[in-house]
């Protein structure tokens, strides 16, 4: 198949490995019928461009080896039956497909929901349901789920959930060789706004377009795109989970994050005559990267200049309507892109935010984030050695986890201290990945350390795992 499309393996349910084997046994002892296919979607760790990529800018991540497998059926009632491998922790889920009540927090089914919906609607308003995709919304289905990626640790477990259930619905709509996977992760990230955290499209990108053996630079602008990036051979790549585990979806402070950049970024736009309005006119709001691309600025200088633009200081929406020279309503409209979720999502962060939002130091670290991100793709194109490339690459990362800590304030006590504690136990570089405020860290460290590495390891109560660069999503063939 095009390589632009996700892969199809074919596979004989009994003679399979041992995990999609086990997984096909489950689902026709749970729903007494054999499944049609399997989708898998990979987690991923972000090596640097931490809460860059919903402000357009480049990130650098690869997929890892954990993951989503979901063995799928259609369900002939019109039914989306959901059963989870840890059904103690995560009950079972049997309803009309037509139905879709989102709650507060989200349980592990409204994610997969999520997927469904996004994908059902959005084929529905691009005109894409004829003969040859066959999307109804009542079309049902039975899903049998197991995943091994651990959640809420910035692995992004449940963008992998809502790219397996948008990746299972498109295939039971017989759509998977229709649409090309860029575009795929385009429907998924779209799909994961309706959970309520409005991100980027990093999580998905990667899930769909990682190949084995190296990470991606994900491009989000004028389009999606990737291109590989070789690591240095002697690096090697470690992911400590903290301690401390946060629910993205069940927090205000990923939302506020967002909503503090989108204000800095109409903030520069006025003090340099950039129309916002025509952004939100085309449904859209004003982006860092935009108001950068609009003054014709890269990263350092954007960072040189900022204070010319926002004072150093914390902001109150007084403050920033009185800035604007606008009321609060023009306010969600032009931050949300006149997005009613959004506007709704939006509202409850100006309820709680107080006089504390800190607009400078968050663009701040926007474009110095960027900009460290090109750094590294730079350095791993360069005729340095192994040794060198990594020491510098490193550099960059501990940086990175500084910026996260200081300036976007995502990290945590047990963050910083799993940080500390890889760069004792030898790592050259450490930092956050993911959203922060708990999960993982990722660390990096030279082939010849390993060893030293993993017996001071052994000696604590974190879980841990090294991984390597894995293969994007993959859609089984049942024979």
């Not at 800035?323 to 023009?330: C, F, G």
């Not at 060198?388 to 006590?413: P, T, V």
Request: hydrophobic share 35%; aromatic share 8%.
């Amino acid at each position: 198949m095009d390589s632009n499309y996700v892969p199809v393996i074919r596979i004989n349910e009994k003679n399979s490995n041992e995990s999609l084997s086990k997984l096909c046994e489950n689902f026709k002892n749970t729903f007494g019928r054999k499944a049609s296919f399997i989708v898998r979607v990979p987690g991923r760790v972000n090596l640097i461009g931490e809460h860059i990529d919903y402000h357009g800018f480049s990130v650098l991540p690869m997929a890892i080896e954990s993951d989503i497998l979901i063995a799928v059926s259609e369900n002939k009632e019109g039914k989306i039956c959901l059963e989870n491998s840890e059904s103690e922790k995560y009950k079972s889920y049997c309803e009309q497909s037509t139905d879709f009540n989102l709650i507060t927090p989200p349980s592990w089914f409204h994610y997969f929901l999520c997927g469904f919906r996004g994908i059902t609607e959005k084929l529905h308003s691009n005109n894409q349901c004829n003969g040859t995709i066959e999307c109804v919304t009542s079309k049902g289905l039975n899903a049998f789920v197991v995943g091994s990626i651990p959640p809420s640790s910035g692995l992004s477990s449940s963008s992998a959930l809502v790219s397996a259930a948008a990746l299972s619905t498109l295939c039971l709509m017989k759509g998977c060789d229709k649409i090309v996977k860029a575009e795929i992760a385009e429907l998924c990230a779209s799909s994961e706004r309706y959970i309520g955290t409005q991100g980027g499209g990093m999580d998905q990108a990667i899930a769909f377009l990682a190949t084995n053996g190296s990470a991606k630079l994900i491009e989000f602008e004028p389009s999606l795109s990737s291109s590989t990036v070789i690591l240095p051979r002697n690096a090697v790549f470690y992911v400590i989970h903290c301690g401390s585990t946060l629910n993205k979806a069940a927090t205000h402070h990923f939302n506020t994050r967002v909503f503090e950049t989108r204000i800095a970024a109409l903030i520069i736009a006025k003090k340099n005559n950039v129309i916002a309005g025509d952004y939100v006119s085309n449904k859209k709001y004003l982006s860092l990267r935009d108001v950068m691309v609009a003054l014709g600025k890269n990263c350092e200088q954007m960072s040189a200049s900022l204070k010319e633009y926002i004072q150093q200081k914390d902001y109150s929406i007084d403050d920033i309507l009185q800035e604007l020279s606008i009321n609060e309503q023009s306010l969600l409209e032009l931050v949300s892109g006149c997005s009613q979720d959004a506007i709704e999502k939006f509202k409850h962060v100006i309820s709680n935010s107080g006089d504390s939002l800190r607009l400078f130091n968050r663009a701040l670290h926007v474009y110095e984030e960027a900009n460290r991100v090109l750094r590294v793709k730079n350095i791993c194109e360069t005729n340095a050695n192994d040794q060198e490339k990594l020491r510098l690459i490193a550099d960059l990362m501990n940086d990175s986890h500084l910026s996260c800590k200081n300036l976007y304030e995502c990290s945590c006590e047990q963050l910083d201290e799993t940080v500390e504690m890889a760069l004792r136990y030898g790592a050259f570089g450490a930092r956050l990945t993911g959203a922060g405020w708990g999960g993982c860290v990722v660390a990096a460290l030279p082939e010849s350390s390993v060893q030293s590495f993993e017996d001071n390891m052994k000696q604590q109560s974190k879980s841990y795992f090294r991984s390597k660069p894995s293969q994007g999503a993959l859609i089984y063939n049942i024979e």
